[in-house]
């Protein structure tokens, strides 16, 4: 299958780790991933804080970019959730019916990594070996907004040496949500402090989930208080493998030590 990957602002610019490890992840189960060079910003920050014109740009060009392509994946549910929920609205809004019957189509064939793995390859063994004890954070926008549900802790329990913990009140925001996190601060830093004391009761070595700026946040702060848990996107994780724990100075995500 050809899958053009879709690798939003905050893998391309702060955390490239998750974004080419989806790329060897499926690359490893025998499909062709490519990158369309002209793809930017979705829109989604401008959506959520009242810029529509802006946004507009940015959903016309996103369509533009990706409508070639019959499978589109990201590691990100948040983004993921503005092209499905977001990009026609904006569109109809600005009395554009043929962008957004366009943004629709595109929708319709853009996936979320676990998604991608469960429901469009009808995989959940993917050959991965990881030797740590790991919980699992749900963000937001994947469990409400794309119901992703189980997906990810499907894929993690076939991964090979993993311990898979639960996650107390796991359903519970971390706090992040965007410019949530600036214009709330204080609300933001309480609800982050709840999920940081409950990714500690679990005991685990990597809290991991499906999307870098959940992880960013949450690894902000266990990072601060010097806890020793590391946050691990769930692309790094799947697509770890017993060779890559071979590797000379290198963990099990292949990345130098």
């Known amino acids: ?14 955390f490239p780790a998750a974004a080419t490890a ?18 930017t910003c979705c829109g989604q920050m401008h959506v959520n804080i009242g810029y529509p014109d802006e946004a507009l740009r940015l959903v016309r060009r996103h369509v533009r970019v990706f409508a070639p ?30 962008l957004a019957s366009r943004a629709e189509e595109v929708a319709a064939r853009t996936y979320e990594l676990s998604e991608l793995l469960v429901d469009v390859l009808g995989v959940t063994d993917v050959g991965a070996y990881y030797p740590h004890r790991v919980t699992y954070h749900p963000t937001c926008h994947s469990l409400r ?19 898979l913990v639960e996650l107390p009140q796991a359903e519970q925001c971390c706090g992040f949500g965007g410019t949530f996190a600036l ?7 309480a609800m982050l402090a709840d999920k940081m004391r409950n990714v500690l009761a679990t ?12 992880l ?10 010097r806890t020793g848990v590391r946050t691990v996107h769930l692309a790094e994780i799947l697509a770890s493998t017993e060779a890559g724990a071979r590797g000379v100075g290198r963990d099990v995500a292949g990345v130098a030590r």
């Open 183 to 189: 214009k709330n601060a204080d609300t933001s830093m």
């Open 203 to 214: 005991r685990a070595d990597v809290c991991t989930a499906g999307d870098a700026s959940c």
């Open 145 to 163: 907004v794309l119901r992703v549900g189980d997906r990810p802790l499907r894929l993690l329990r076939e991964v090979r040496g993993l311990d």
């Open 216 to 225: 960013m946040h949450i690894g902000g702060g266990l990072s601060r208080l």
């Open 69 to 98: 392509y019959d499978v589109v994946v990201a590691p990100s549910g948040s983004c993921v959730g503005s092209v499905r929920h977001q990009h026609a609205t904006v569109a109809r809004r600005a009395g554009d019916e043929r």
């Open 1 to 14: 299958m050809r899958i053009a990957l879709f690798v939003t602002c905050l893998a391309d610019t702060l």
């Open 22 to 39: 989806t790329v060897r992840l499926l690359e490893r189960l025998g499909h062709e991933v490519v990158f369309p060079e002209d793809q």
